[in-house]
């Protein structure tokens, strides 16, 4: 292990928040039990009352999860120099693969956090807290979730020995190699492209048409774009917009792009498709829940937002992405 | 948010500011030891990462490859002839012996570090970044003449055209006079240097002619150390090749874990404070009780009062934060690190004062603010949400 202050606040916050959602989840237990709203008894009043605390809790860990992302990729790309032949966070996550897992696992504690948090608003805007049962069974799910995070989160950090050879990103993410990383790398660039500016259209017009009208289906399908150009945003940073913001078309690296030489573009770059994603699956989960009579007027008013705030910061990240693509002289057409 | 709510929240964070004003001392404890526990820690990630850069600003112009030459397993003097052998290699540049030594200095009973300059020229003293600040380098030919740095300078009140005089290893007195002052990119590199003509050294330390310190390898492909080094083993067993990426990855490690260690211990006194903030958050007084039973009445709402105790917590979290940070930079690039550059600065009992570059990176306040204010946060929710449930009319039957 590397005793590095980054590593020991991350480990630190980990414990701290597996604390917390555990604690969370014990209350959710107990409520999920024992919950009955017309029921006027002392016990129910307490539980009540512990709602409170929970989605107290539950807000302060997501902030904690958001500023441990952030200082677990710098965390990476700044110890990366202790590896032999590591260049950027790649190496630092070769050094010992079960931190690809780690990082994979906080992106889906970050979303479903965030999911969790706009849920238990939805519902205490309700009289009769309808989504209770809902939300005390997700955060069953969610602490294991986190727990499981902390645990690769330690086993990582514990197992990373500066003595080890690690391969740098030239070598995972160049179009030769071998590896999910190389696979994405070595996709042609010009489908990737297609895909990626297509499926931002349709994203564009989902969301323009959820707006213009109040049908479930282009929203519930934009909750499902919003994730699938997640995914296909995040292959193509690998697949071509890297390469075109460090003008190199032989460099796919994901993470380079949140160092200094880079200007950090990095950093906003995935916030904004992270913030793009979820207003997005948001739209698409609370469309069910618009059954439930109670909460109706309250989601209906938030999907329009919701929509609005996905748009926008789509349209942030593409400009942020694309902007080499428009304004550099460096051009990949030789690639395709 | 409408401007309404946004409007409620403020005016929560203004009653809360207010109510923590008027209860001023109790605050202030808080506020003074959670300071404290900040400084210490950014004390250390400030220091740690000025004295990372400071080390590896003296290594920027290092050679790619130094070849020791280790008997026993201890350092040796390597023989000047290994450098042939190693030049024979193909992608090795120039090869150059280096003579260095130190010279412990009764009178400021300090380390001074010698370095012989060969008559090529100053440029391959050791390629380290140095620059004059007065006075002339050694120019070739020149004999017992020295250029010393700041520090070697204060210790013995020399300038321009005075005498140092060195014991030699024959135990007579050899005097030098001073040519000229140096100082370098990072002060902690030239502060203890004494630079001579190579001759003049080799007479000093009584090294023998056929020998030198260690050899700096040009390697024109940075890549190609590894091999290089792998081949020059091959040939010359005794030797010890030290590649400059080594060098660079053990100062790093190396700072890493001296830091780490300080902080980890650190963490004694953030888990104390824990303990003193969830009791202070847990312990509230009657009146205070009394209060929150008030509002309750007059119509405020648990999640109300919820958001005014987070806001004091907040408002306090900040205050000591933003304290515990300006102290900590001030420690450590005004002051330099007083209390803590002996623990962690840890290779020499003399040096002169120097001062830091001043720089602070946004990451490291993150690192500080998840090390300090998140265990704050995890100890005072808790207590926050206990005061938020108080019951009125409990409150008030029993007052």
């Given at each position: 292990m590397i005793l590095h202050p980054g590593i020991l606040?991350?480990?630190?916050?980990?414990?701290?928040?597996?604390?917390?959602?555990?604690?969370?989840?014990?209350?959710?237990?107990?409520?999920?039990?024992?919950?009955?709203?017309?029921?006027?008894?002392?016990?129910?009043?307490?539980?009540?009352?512990?709602?409170?605390?929970?989605?107290?809790?539950?807000?302060?860990?997501?902030?904690?999860?958001?500023?441990?992302?952030?200082?677990?990729?710098?965390?990476?790309?700044?110890?990366?120099?202790?590896?032999?032949?590591?260049?950027?966070?790649?190496?630092?996550?070769?050094?010992?693969?079960?931190?690809?897992?780690?990082?994979?696992?906080?992106?889906?504690?970050?979303?479903?956090?965030?999911?969790?948090?706009?849920?238990?608003?939805?519902?205490?805007?309700?009289?009769?807290?309808?989504?209770?049962?809902?939300?005390?069974?997700?955060?069953?799910?969610?602490?294991?979730?986190?727990?499981?995070?902390?645990?690769?989160?330690f086993r990582y950090f514990l197992g990373l020995d500066p003595n080890v050879i690690t391969s740098c990103c030239g070598s995972l993410f160049s179009g030769t190699g071998v590896g999910v990383g190389a696979e994405i790398a070595g996709l042609p660039a010009l489908p990737l492209m297609i895909a990626f500016f297509g499926g931002i259209a349709v994203y564009l017009a989902l969301g323009v048409f959820g707006l213009r009208r109040e049908q479930a289906w282009p929203r519930l399908l934009l909750g499902a774009t919003a994730v699938a150009l997640f995914v296909v945003s995040l292959a193509s940073v690998i697949a071509f917009i890297s390469a075109y913001h460090y003008e190199l078309p032989t460099h796919h690296c994901p993470f380079c792009l949140l160092q200094a030489e880079y200007h950090y573009i990095g950093y906003p770059m995935y916030l904004t498709l992270f913030a793009a994603t979820f207003y997005g699956l948001m739209v698409g989960i609370a469309e069910p829940l618009r059954r439930v009579p109670s909460i109706e007027a309250p989601i209906a008013t938030d999907q329009p937002r919701w929509i609005r705030r996905s748009l926008l910061w789509l349209l942030v990240f593409v400009v942020l992405a694309t902007w080499p693509m428009v304004f550099s002289d460096f051009t990949l057409e030789g690639y395709y | 948010m409408t401007r309404a709510q946004f409007g409620k929240h403020l005016k929560i964070l203004e009653f809360a500011l207010a109510s923590m004003l008027r209860r001023r001392m109790k605050n202030a404890g808080i506020v003074v030891v959670f300071s404290a526990v900040v400084f210490l820690l950014s004390s250390i990630v400030f220091l740690t990462s000025a004295l990372r850069a400071e080390a590896m600003a003296t290594?920027?112009?290092?050679?790619?490859?130094?070849?020791?030459?280790?008997?026993?397993?201890?350092?040796?003097?390597?023989?000047?002839?290994?450098?042939?052998?190693?030049?024979?290699l193909p992608g090795v540049g120039s090869v150059q012996p280096r003579y260095w030594g130190y010279y412990y200095d009764i009178y400021s009973d300090a380390n001074y570090t010698l370095i012989g300059v060969p008559d090529e020229g100053p440029g391959s003293a050791g390629q380290l970044p140095l620059h004059l600040v007065e006075g002339d380098m050694i120019t070739p030919g020149r004999t017992e003449v020295c250029v010393i740095g700041a520090g070697v300078a204060r210790a013995r009140s020399a300038r321009i055209g005075s005498i140092v005089s060195l014991r030699n290893s024959r135990g007579w007195m050899q005097e030098y006079e001073v040519v000229g002052i140096l100082a370098g990119a990072s002060r902690l590199l030239t502060n203890d240097l004494i630079l001579l003509p190579e001759r003049d050294l080799k007479t000093l330390l009584g090294l023998p002619d056929d020998r030198a310190t260690d050899l700096l390898v040009e390697v024109y492909n940075p890549n190609e150390v590894a091999n290089?080094?792998?081949?020059?083993?091959?040939?010359?067993?005794?030797?010890?090749?030290?590649?400059?990426?080594?060098?660079?990855?053990?100062?790093?490690?190396?700072?890493?874990?001296?830091?780490?260690?300080?902080?980890?211990?650190?963490?004694?006194?953030?888990?104390?404070?824990?303990?003193?903030?969830?009791?202070?958050?847990?312990?509230?007084?009657?009146?205070?009780?009394?209060?929150?039973?008030?509002?309750?009445a007059i119509g405020w709402e648990t999640s109300d009062i919820l958001e005014l105790k987070l806001w004091e917590g907040a408002a306090l979290a900040i205050t000591a934060f933003l304290t515990g940070i300006t102290a900590g930079y001030a420690h450590v690039f005004h002051s330099g690190a007083a209390l803590l550059r002996p623990v962690l600065q840890g290779w020499s009992t003399l040096f002169p004062s120097f001062d830091l570059a001043p720089r602070v990176e946004p990451y490291e306040l993150g690192v500080l603010f998840l090390l300090t204010v998140a265990p704050y946060i995890a100890a005072t929710i808790v207590p926050a949400w206990k005061a938020a449930i108080t019951d009125p009319d409990r409150v008030m039957r029993a007052s």
């Amino acid at each position: 292990m590397i005793l590095h202050p980054g590593i020991l606040s991350l480990l630190l916050v980990a414990v701290l928040v597996s604390g917390m959602v555990l604690y969370g989840a014990g209350i959710g237990t107990v409520v999920l039990a024992r919950w009955d709203l017309s029921s006027s008894s002392e016990r129910q009043l307490a539980l009540e009352r512990r709602t409170y605390l929970l989605s107290t809790l539950m807000s302060h860990a997501l902030a904690l999860e958001i500023l441990s992302a952030l200082v677990f990729l710098y965390t990476l790309e700044d110890i990366h120099t202790v590896f032999v032949g590591a260049m950027c966070a790649t190496g630092t996550l070769n050094a010992n693969p079960v931190g690809w897992w780690a990082l994979a696992v906080k992106i889906a504690a970050l979303f479903a956090c965030a999911v969790w948090i706009t849920l238990n608003r939805i519902d205490q805007r309700a009289e009769d807290y309808p989504l209770t049962r809902l939300k005390y069974g997700l955060l069953l799910v969610l602490a294991p979730l986190i727990l499981l995070e902390t645990w690769l989160l330690f086993r990582y950090f514990l197992g990373l020995d500066p003595n080890v050879i690690t391969s740098c990103c030239g070598s995972l993410f160049s179009g030769t190699g071998v590896g999910v990383g190389a696979e994405i790398a070595g996709l042609p660039a010009l489908p990737l492209m297609i895909a990626f500016f297509g499926g931002i259209a349709v994203y564009l017009a989902l969301g323009v048409f959820g707006l213009r009208r109040e049908q479930a289906w282009p929203r519930l399908l934009l909750g499902a774009t919003a994730v699938a150009l997640f995914v296909v945003s995040l292959a193509s940073v690998i697949a071509f917009i890297s390469a075109y913001h460090y003008e190199l078309p032989t460099h796919h690296c994901p993470f380079c792009l949140l160092q200094a030489e880079y200007h950090y573009i990095g950093y906003p770059m995935y916030l904004t498709l992270f913030a793009a994603t979820f207003y997005g699956l948001m739209v698409g989960i609370a469309e069910p829940l618009r059954r439930v009579p109670s909460i109706e007027a309250p989601i209906a008013t938030d999907q329009p937002r919701w929509i609005r705030r996905s748009l926008l910061w789509l349209l942030v990240f593409v400009v942020l992405a694309t902007w080499p693509m428009v304004f550099s002289d460096f051009t990949l057409e030789g690639y395709y | 948010m409408t401007r309404a709510q946004f409007g409620k929240h403020l005016k929560i964070l203004e009653f809360a500011l207010a109510s923590m004003l008027r209860r001023r001392m109790k605050n202030a404890g808080i506020v003074v030891v959670f300071s404290a526990v900040v400084f210490l820690l950014s004390s250390i990630v400030f220091l740690t990462s000025a004295l990372r850069a400071e080390a590896m600003a003296t290594l920027e112009g290092a050679p790619e490859l130094i070849v020791q030459r280790t008997v026993a397993g201890r350092h040796a003097l390597i023989p000047v002839d290994y450098a042939e052998v190693i030049a024979a290699l193909p992608g090795v540049g120039s090869v150059q012996p280096r003579y260095w030594g130190y010279y412990y200095d009764i009178y400021s009973d300090a380390n001074y570090t010698l370095i012989g300059v060969p008559d090529e020229g100053p440029g391959s003293a050791g390629q380290l970044p140095l620059h004059l600040v007065e006075g002339d380098m050694i120019t070739p030919g020149r004999t017992e003449v020295c250029v010393i740095g700041a520090g070697v300078a204060r210790a013995r009140s020399a300038r321009i055209g005075s005498i140092v005089s060195l014991r030699n290893s024959r135990g007579w007195m050899q005097e030098y006079e001073v040519v000229g002052i140096l100082a370098g990119a990072s002060r902690l590199l030239t502060n203890d240097l004494i630079l001579l003509p190579e001759r003049d050294l080799k007479t000093l330390l009584g090294l023998p002619d056929d020998r030198a310190t260690d050899l700096l390898v040009e390697v024109y492909n940075p890549n190609e150390v590894a091999n290089i080094s792998r081949k020059l083993l091959e040939r010359l067993p005794q030797a010890r090749p030290i590649s400059h990426a080594e060098i660079t990855r053990t100062y790093d490690t190396l700072f890493d874990w001296r830091g780490g260690l300080l902080l980890a211990m650190s963490l004694g006194a953030v888990a104390a404070f824990m303990i003193l903030a969830w009791d202070k958050a847990t312990g509230l007084s009657a009146e205070e009780r009394r209060e929150i039973g008030i509002l309750k009445a007059i119509g405020w709402e648990t999640s109300d009062i919820l958001e005014l105790k987070l806001w004091e917590g907040a408002a306090l979290a900040i205050t000591a934060f933003l304290t515990g940070i300006t102290a900590g930079y001030a420690h450590v690039f005004h002051s330099g690190a007083a209390l803590l550059r002996p623990v962690l600065q840890g290779w020499s009992t003399l040096f002169p004062s120097f001062d830091l570059a001043p720089r602070v990176e946004p990451y490291e306040l993150g690192v500080l603010f998840l090390l300090t204010v998140a265990p704050y946060i995890a100890a005072t929710i808790v207590p926050a949400w206990k005061a938020a449930i108080t019951d009125p009319d409990r409150v008030m039957r029993a007052s």
